[in-house]
């Protein structure tokens, strides 16, 4: 994962380290970013849950996406940084 893009496209700046504080941030900074969006549905359009095309869908092309989309996302950055996520659906 891109994390100094997705850092960029939510404007966090902060430290890169794990505590709950750091979490608090990012999590606001990502709902606060990226909005809920579910236009593919209404297009036809297949929805990936790749990392990689979800990457693309709302970092790169800063575009929104469903709660799985965001979730995923979300989870991967935390991931990367070195948070203990799991993933419920």
């Known amino acids: 994962m891109d994390l100094a893009a997705y850092f960029t496209r939510i404007g966090y700046e ?3 380290t794990v ?5 608090a941030d990012i ?5 606060m970013s990226i909005p809920f969006e ?3 549905a209404y297009l036809g359009r297949r929805i990936s849950l790749e990392p990689a095309a979800v990457e693309q869908k709302l970092v790169a092309d ?11 996302l979300l989870g991967n950055a935390l991931r990367t ?4 996520v799991t993933d419920l659906s």
């Open 19 to 23: 505590s709950g504080a750091v979490l």
């Open 14 to 16: 902060g430290p890169r």
């Open 38 to 40: 579910n236009l593919d």
């Open 81 to 84: 940084l070195g948070f203990d």
């Open 62 to 72: 800063r575009r929104g996406g469903w709660c799985f989309e965001q979730n995923l």
């Open 27 to 31: 999590v606001l900074r990502h709902t």
